[in-house]
Every structure is written in structure tokens, then in C-alpha cells.
């Protein structure tokens, strides 16, 4: 079965970096798009970045763009997501999610909190 | 950007009751690329209806989408209390962004 996990969530520092994983395995992950959405606490969703099955295209939210890069290693099932230069509205639980058009799988997030 | 404005913010009802849930879209969306999902407390978002009306795997038949264009709606025919959750409309088509729209609470 199609299983999806984030790591590399925790408390960084403002202006600090951090490198999110994200896992996958039970479908051909070189295959499919991917996303991250994140999810401040007790708000909504909100998408950050996406990638293309070959990492030939990649998109960012206005919020993160220049501050955070979305790749992946296809021969390792993994996207990353490297924060840098975060802010304290950066903390929230990061998910990533793969992409069918719609958002079909979802991990189970990994939470980030920025603070000093 | 497209914006999805969802409504009503919160719905309060009960078991057994219909549920109607509103997503209006700033822009046409294309190819009703519009999906539904639920989420509860601590949980990860679940995936209920892609393309606008398109039930994803093992949802029940309670749930059910429509609207095309900038309209779209979710309807829960009957509640049951597992279904006492946030839900968000997700626009997927055409260019980056992709959108969520803020939410709507349904609650007891």
C-alpha cells in the first residue's frame, strides 16, 4: 500500500535552515509530481511548493519563494524541502502530498516550529 | 491567483441532517478541477471528491460534489457523526498557484 512520511521537523531559530524528507514507497515515486503544503496551528491549508516527476519544473508560494527549495532523489523515493532563512510565521506541520492533478496521498506531517 | 472563498464559515447541525457546503472560486477553474477534503483534529487531510464530483476511493455515497465553472458544492446527504470535521475545496488547474479555500467547520 502507498505509504508517505515526512522527517526533519523540529524548533529552529529564527533566520535558521532546516531540511525536510519526505519518503515514499507502494507506487513508482519517479513518476508522479509532488507537493509540500504546510498548516499553521489552528489554521488552514496552505500550498508551498511543487516539483515535477523529473524535477524539471518546480513552483513556490509567494511566501516561500527565494527562501525555500523543493527537490527530489528519484533513485531514493524522497522529496526534500530545504527551509532557509525562516521566519516565526514559517511553524506549522509540513506535509507533503503526491500529485495526481488533485492531492491523493497525504503523510502524516512533521511539524515545524520557529523560534528563538 | 485563484481564490476560493468557502462558505459558511461553520455549520451547525445535527445527525441525520443534510449538509450543504459552498466553494466560489475568483476565476473560472478549469476543467473542474476542483477537489473536496475532510480533516479532523490531529489528523491528516482526507481526500473526498476530485474533479469536481468524482467520490475518491472508499468514500461513501453520502458524499457528493457538483458546480463547475466558479460555483461548486460538497453535500453530505445525511450526517453521520464521523462526519462532524473541517472541510476545504482545493483548485488543481491551469497554472501555480494551487489553492485551498479557508475551510468550513461542520459541528454538532
Known amino acids: 500500500q502507498v505509504q508517505v512520511v515526512e522527517s526533519g521537523g523540529g524548533v529552529v531559530q529564527p533566520g535558521g535552515s532546516l531540511r525536510l524528507s519526505c519518503e515514499v514507497s507502494?507506487?513508482?515515486?519517479?513518476?508522479?509530481?509532488m507537493h509540500w503544503v504546510r498548516q499553521a496551528p489552528g489554521k488552514g491549508l496552505e500550498w508551498v511548493a511543487v516539483?515535477?516527476?523529473?524535477?524539471?519544473?518546480?513552483y513556490y508560494a509567494d511566501s516561500v519563494r527565494g527562501r525555500f527549495t523543493i527537490s527530489r532523489d528519484n533513485s531514493k523515493n524522497t522529496l526534500y524541502l530545504q527551509m532557509n532563512n525562516v521566519r516565526a510565521e514559517d511553524t506549522a506541520v509540513y506535509y507533503c502530498?503526491?500529485?495526481?492533478?488533485?492531492?491523493?496521498?497525504w503523510g502524516q506531517g512533521t511539524l515545524v516550529t520557529v523560534s528563538s | 491567483e485563484i481564490v476560493l472563498t468557502q462558505s459558511p464559515g461553520t455549520l451547525s447541525l445535527s445527525p441525520g441532517e443534510r449538509a450543504t457546503l459552498s466553494c466560489r472560486a475568483s476565476?473560472?477553474?478549469?476543467?473542474?478541477?476542483l477537489a473536496w477534503y475532510q480533516q479532523k483534529p490531529g489528523q491528516t487531510p482526507r481526500l473526498l471528491i476530485y474533479?469536481?464530483?468524482t467520490r475518491a476511493t472508499g468514500i461513501p455515497d453520502r458524499f457528493s460534489g457538483s458546480g463547475s465553472g466558479t460555483d461548486f458544492t460538497l453535500t453530505i446527504s445525511r450526517l453521520e457523526p464521523e462526519d462532524f470535521a473541517v472541510y476545504y475545496c482545493?483548485?488543481?488547474?491551469?497554472?501555480?498557484?494551487?489553492?485551498f479555500g479557508q475551510g468550513t467547520k461542520v459541528e454538532i
Open positions: 502530498a503526491r500529485a495526481s492533478g488533485h492531492f491523493d496521498y
Open positions: 507502494g507506487f513508482t515515486f519517479s513518476s508522479h509530481g
Open positions: 516539483i515535477w516527476f523529473d524535477g524539471s519544473k518546480k
Open positions: 476565476q473560472f477553474v478549469t476543467s473542474r478541477f
Open positions: 474533479g469536481a464530483s
Open positions: 482545493l483548485q488543481y488547474g491551469g497554472s501555480p498557484p494551487w489553492t
